[in-house]
């Protein structure tokens, strides 16, 4: 079945760096989009960037983290990187990487990323 497994979250304070992974398994990478998502405490979920499949890597980005945050994709091991940069108190959120397969949505369990001096 399918499954993706974040990792990377942590506390770190303004103006750091964080990556975080998605390693998926069950269907066949690369020939699929991913995107990561975010929710902040009393916030709706929101998309921060996608990644296309390895045929077409195009990515795309939310306005807020454009140009801080960078996802990247690595199909011998069949994970997604999402590279934080900046990162500012607002991004303080549980993030999730997501995959559409065969027109059903998949959400990983969410890994905390928490930025505060």
């Known amino acids: 079945q399918v499954q993706l497994v974040e990792s990377g979250g942590g506390s770190v304070q303004p103006g750091g760096s964080l990556r975080l992974s998605c390693t998926a398994s069950?269907?066949?990478?690369?020939?699929?989009?991913m995107s990561w998502y975010r929710q902040a405490p009393g916030k709706e979920r929101e998309l921060v960037g996608s990644?296309?499949?390895?045929?077409?890597?195009?990515?795309n980005y939310a306005d807020s983290v454009k140009g801080r945050f960078t996802i990247s994709r690595d199909s011998a091991k069949n994970t997604v990187y999402l590279q934080m940069n900046s990162l500012k108190p607002e991004d303080t959120a549980v993030y999730y990487c997501?995959?559409?397969?065969?027109?059903?949505?998949?959400w990983g369990q969410g890994t905390q990323v928490t930025v505060s001096s």
């Open positions: 990644i296309g499949s390895i045929r077409t890597p195009a990515t």
């Open positions: 997501s995959a559409i397969v065969t027109t059903r949505r998949y």
């Open positions: 069950g269907f066949a990478f690369s020939n699929y989009a």
